[in-house]
C-alpha cells in the first residue's frame, strides 16, 4: 500500500543526503593555516561549542529575545520528531508494525495524542515564524524568495505530519509532503540542517586548538 509514494519520499531522502554530502565535500578545504602553536585540545572545544556555548547566557542574540528562541526552539523540535516519524513511516510499512507490549492502547493514544500536539505547536510557530518576515521590514528588507519558501515548506511538512498523527493524512499525502520538502532540502537554505552542525565543529575546533574555548571561568565569548 501507497508503494508509490514510499518510493518517492525514499528517492527524495536518497538525494538529499547525496547533495549535502557532495556540497559538503566540496567546500570542506584546509582554510587558513593555522600557524600558531597548539595551546589547547580541539576535541574540547568542539564538545564546548556544542553545549556551554548554545546556553541562552553565552549567546547575546538569545537572551535579549527569549520568546522568539523558545519559538524557534520548538519548530525544530517539531521538525525533528516529523523527520523521525517519515522515515519510520518509510522502514517499517504498517502491516510489518509490531504493537508494543510496554505500551498498552491508552498509553499509546496518549503518546499518539502528545506528538499531535508537540507537531501542532511546531506548526503554528512555523506560521509565526513566517508571518513576522512577512509583516517586519527590516525582515522583509533582507529577506529572498528562498527566505519564504524555506518557512513555506517547513510549514507544510509539519503540518501533514500533525495530520499523519490524527489519520487525517494517510501515508500516500504524507509521503508526497515529504518528498517535496526533502527534494529542496540542499537547494536552498534549509541545506543548515547539516551545515550548521559542520561550522559549529569547525570553528570549535579551531578554538579549541588556541586555547580559547573552552572559555575561562567568569569570561564570555
Not at 20 to 27: E, G, M, N, R, S
Not at 126 to 139: I, P, Y
Not at 177 to 202: M, N, T
Request: charged share 15%; hydrophobic share 55%; with cysteine.
Amino acid at each position: 500500500m501507497f508503494l508509490t509514494e514510499r518510493i518517492i519520499a525514499s528517492v527524495s531522502i536518497i538525494w538529499a543526503i547525496s547533495a549535502l554530502i557532495y556540497q559538503w565535500i566540496k567546500a570542506r578545504g584546509k582554510g587558513r593555516i593555522d600557524y600558531s602553536v597548539q595551546a589547547g585540545n580541539p576535541i574540547r572545544g568542539i564538545i564546548y561549542n556544542f553545549t556551554w556555548a548554545m546556553l541562552p547566557s553565552h549567546k547575546e542574540t538569545i537572551s535579549r529575545h527569549p520568546v522568539w528562541f523558545s519559538i524557534g526552539l520548538l519548530m525544530h523540535i517539531g521538525i525533528f520528531i516529523a523527520i523521525v516519524q517519515v522515515i519510520i513511516d518509510i522502514l517499517i510499512p504498517k502491516q510489518y508494525m509490531v504493537p508494543i507490549p510496554l505500551f498498552p492502547n491508552p498509553i499509546h493514544d496518549v503518546i499518539i495524542t502528545g506528538l499531535f500536539f508537540i507537531l501542532a505547536i511546531a506548526s503554528l510557530c512555523a506560521a509565526v515564524l513566517f508571518l513576522k518576515r512577512v509583516f517586519s521590514k527590516t525582515l522583509r528588507y533582507m529577506s529572498s524568495f528562498d527566505d519564504y519558501f524555506s518557512i513555506l515548506l517547513v510549514l507544510d511538512f509539519l503540518l501533514a505530519a500533525s495530520f499523519r498523527e490524527l489519520r487525517i493524512f494517510q501515508w500516500g499525502p504524507f509521503f508526497i509532503h515529504s518528498a517535496i520538502l526533502f527534494f529542496y532540502l540542499p537547494l536552498g537554505k534549509l541545506r543548515h540542517a547539516l551545515f550548521f552542525f559542520i561550522a559549529r565543529a569547525e570553528y570549535g575546533s579551531r578554538l579549541g586548538y588556541r586555547g580559547t574555548y573552552p572559555a575561562k571561568s567568569g569570561v564570555k565569548e
